[in-house]
């Protein structure tokens, strides 16, 4: 059995204010084969399995997370369709 992978940060967002909470925290997982690429072979028929795999579980969270309820589809004709954070 493979234990917990450490915790990286690959990169940290210089608009989140840390004394706000934590940001959205989710893990993404995939289970399978991870075949390297080349300039010669990209693979990108597994690059796109791996892809929907991450997919459907982005979809979820979506579904899911109160914080992107303003991402949630709506009617285009409803005047709170643009969220006010975006209009600038």
């Avoid at 234990?3 to 289970?31: K, N, S």
């Avoid at 979506?62 to 914080?67: D, E, I, L, R, Y």
């Amino acid at each position: 059995m493979i234990g917990r992978p450490e915790r990286i940060v690959l990169a940290r967002d210089p608009d989140h204010d840390l004394t706000e909470g934590p940001a959205v925290q989710f893990r993404l997982t995939y289970e399978g084969r991870l075949l390297g690429a080349s300039r010669t072979n990209p693979r990108p028929k597994h690059k796109h399995e791996i892809r929907k795999t991450f997919h459907k579980q982005l979809k979820q969270l979506f579904k899911v997370h109160p914080a992107f309820e303003i991402y949630r589809f709506r009617d285009i004709n409803d005047p709170e369709y643009y969220h006010s954070d975006f209009i600038k």
